[in-house]
């Protein structure tokens, strides 16, 4: 099974792990790694996400946040659509961008560089 990331899905964490990272890094980085594990099981187990508000779509809660995967499982991939806030607006439709690159993890102090090859 791969994991493929749509451009919106790349973008997000980043943008999640930047704004929480002005007030609480070690949460920053507490969220950043619960997105991924997350997201990363979806290959294991592609229907543990419940039926998504839209059509067609999937959605994982990551515990202990308020962010929400949204995605879609063949029996060959799961794309994720996007990482977003239960609280914000949702989106009508999702896009279905194909990530042509892997999904860099924000690089800490200290950590070495790390590649998610998503696709």
């Not at 999640?16 to 950043?32: H, K, R, Y």
């Not at 790694?33 to 067609?56: C, K, M, Y």
């Not at 200290?110 to 998503?118: A, V």
Request: net charge neutral.
């Amino acid at each position: 099974m791969r994991l493929v990331w749509s451009t919106f899905a790349l973008s997000e964490p980043d943008g999640i792990f930047t704004n929480i990272e002005a007030e609480n890094p070690a949460g920053a980085i507490a969220t950043d790694e619960r997105i991924d594990f997350a997201v990363r099981r979806l290959v294991d187990f592609p229907e543990s996400g419940r039926a998504g508000r839209v059509d067609g779509t999937r959605e994982l809660p990551v515990t202990v946040t308020p962010y929400i995967a949204t995605y879609i499982a063949t029996e060959q991939t799961v794309r994720i659509f996007r990482i977003l806030h239960g609280a914000q607006r949702w989106p009508e439709t999702m896009r279905e961008e194909k990530a042509d690159r892997p999904r860099k993890q924000k690089s800490r102090p200290g950590d070495p560089e790390r590649l998610f090859l998503c696709g």
